[in-house]
């Protein structure tokens, strides 16, 4: 099993910054490398991948809308992921889900590929 529990969610106003985290834990975490991923869902929208990290070269992969705003990062003696999100926008406004794939390549935005979640931390964006 793999568990994810994302946290550091927040309000904040456009422009600010904010980092949301996950911890990965459990027996078949520490067996494999993965593609830890961050995705969002805002009220009405689809669930979108907003940026991943493959553990086992650090390859990592954003989408266009946040590209060159938000950095992925790993710490890997602390089995935590973090999404640093700089230039916030109202649009970011979502809960944001970490989640857990053994393979995902350049499908990395697909969340079918992707076995474990997190229950998601809120971010809201304020004009």
């Known amino acids: 099993q793999v568990h994810l529990v994302e946290f550091g969610g927040d309000s904040v106003q456009a422009g600010g910054s904010l980092r949301v985290s996950c911890a990965a834990s459990?027996?078949?975490?520490?067996?494999?490398?993965?593609?830890l991923a961050w995705f969002r869902q805002a009220p009405g929208k689809e669930r979108e991948g907003v940026a991943a990290?493959?553990?086992?070269?650090?390859?990592?992969y954003y989408a266009d809308s946040v590209k060159g705003r938000f950095t992925i990062s790993r710490i890997k003696a602390e089995d935590t992921l973090h999404l640093q999100m700089d230039s916030l926008k109202v649009e970011d406004t979502a809960m944001y889900y970490c989640?857990?794939?053994?393979?995902?390549?350049?499908?990395?935005?697909?969340?079918?590929?992707?076995?474990?979640w997190g229950l998601g931390t809120q971010v809201t964006v304020s004009s």
């Open positions: 989640a857990a794939a053994r393979f995902a390549g350049d499908a990395w935005s697909e969340q079918t590929n992707y076995n474990y």
């Open positions: 459990g027996d078949d975490y520490y067996k494999h490398y993965w593609f």
């Open positions: 990290l493959y553990t086992g070269d650090g390859t990592t």
